[in-house]
């Protein structure tokens, strides 16, 4: 398990490995500016807007091109490795991205047919929409709403257009939000 413990580590690593594309059409770094965009754009907190900006770092820990055949736990892997840096406001939605896309599926019945292609794939792989019990304990659990949020600027930080912003844009977010 990669552990990072400064800024300057996080941003070599999406300088290195962020012009991996994951299915999507957009590269991990952009897919990552376009996120953190929306979530300011929508005068998010700073905690969310460092979330939507790092919730798929776990991804670029992958040494292989990412594969769409298994569940990489990117969620997991990633809160972790930064879970040294920041708190739980910006870790725990991003622990909780995944299991947001499968309580939208569940809660929403149109949400489903708003997936990309890629994110329907995925969530084969990651057991499926909750069921009742599922998703009324998601609901119980600590940012839990940031983590719903979170998911839906997942969703819209897909898009071929460029966001025009650069990484060390928010290098003053996630600075101000060091543990």
């Not at 594969?67 to 490795?81: L, N, P």
Request: net charge negative.
């Amino acid at each position: 398990m990669m552990s990072l413990s400064n800024l300057d580590q996080i941003e070599r690593l999406y300088a290195s490995r962020g012009a991996l594309n994951y299915g999507e059409g957009v590269t991990q770094l952009e897919h990552a500016l376009q996120c953190a965009a929306l979530a300011q754009a929508q005068n998010a907190p700073a905690s969310l807007v460092a979330a939507a900006l790092l919730h798929d770092i776990g991804h670029l820990f992958d040494e292989e091109s990412i594969a769409a055949e298994r569940d990489d736990r990117h969620e997991i892997v990633g809160s972790q490795a930064i879970g040294f840096l920041f708190g739980g406001a910006v870790t725990k939605p991003i622990s909780l991205h995944v299991a947001a896309k499968r309580y939208l599926c569940f809660k929403q019945a149109s949400y489903f047919k708003t997936l990309s292609p890629a994110s329907k794939a995925s969530l084969t792989l990651q057991s499926g929409p909750f069921n009742t019990a599922e998703a009324a304990a998601f609901e119980k659990q600590d940012f839990w709403r940031d983590a719903v949020a979170l998911r839906q600027f997942d969703d819209m930080g897909k898009r071929d257009d460029l966001s025009g912003r650069a990484f060390a844009d928010f290098a003053p977010i996630l600075q101000s939000l060091l543990t």
